[in-house]
């Protein structure tokens, strides 16, 4: 998968996978939270993209990403909230 955002290759890290698999989340809505979704950044390579997906009643879902020569998504969280929005 390429993402046309960061312009990298993606990797999804085995953990990543399974929390995809044990949250119903498709490879279609990694590839719209990549592209479309809200970003906010750690530090220079750690960031966070979350996506609301109308249709699922799971709040945000939300990437846990390290910017490297590639897009490492390190894990896929449900039930997302914002640090600041709680």
């Not at 990298?8 to 698999?21: F, K, Q, S, W």
């Not at 990694?30 to 530090?43: I, N, Q, W």
């Not at 609301?52 to 009643?57: A, I, L, S, T, V």
């Amino acid at each position: 998968m390429h993402c046309e955002r960061f312009g990298l290759e993606v990797y999804i890290t085995r953990h990543a996978r399974e929390r995809m698999t044990q949250r119903s989340i498709a490879d279609a809505e990694l590839s719209v939270l990549l592209e479309t979704g809200e970003t906010r950044y750690k530090d220079d390579i750690r960031l966070w993209i979350a996506k609301y997906f109308p249709g699922r009643m799971d709040n945000l879902l939300c990437l846990a990403i390290v910017l490297e020569d590639r897009l490492v998504v390190k894990t896929v969280m449900h039930h997302f909230s914002w640090e600041a929005e709680q």
